[in-house]
């Protein structure tokens, strides 16, 4: 927190209600994990794998 208050972040911490029992998604949290998780999923978007160019262009087809 003390990093994003120097660099002009708001960074809100959402806290886990005490009375729920079990696995129960934060909203703001579940949100964050999701967009990593789609992110990681298709991660052929953000990495190249290919060494030839003829390789990437066939994933494109």
């Known amino acids: 927190m003390a990093h994003g208050q120097q660099v002009g972040i708001e960074v809100e ?18 949100a964050v994990e999701q967009t990593n998780g789609i992110l990681m999923l298709h991660r052929r978007l953000v990495r190249d794998y ?11 087809h």
């Open 13 to 30: 911490v959402v806290e886990r209600n005490p009375a729920e029992v079990g696995f129960v998604p934060q909203p703001k949290r579940w």
């Open 50 to 60: 290919e060494h030839r160019p003829a390789t990437a262009e066939s994933r494109v």
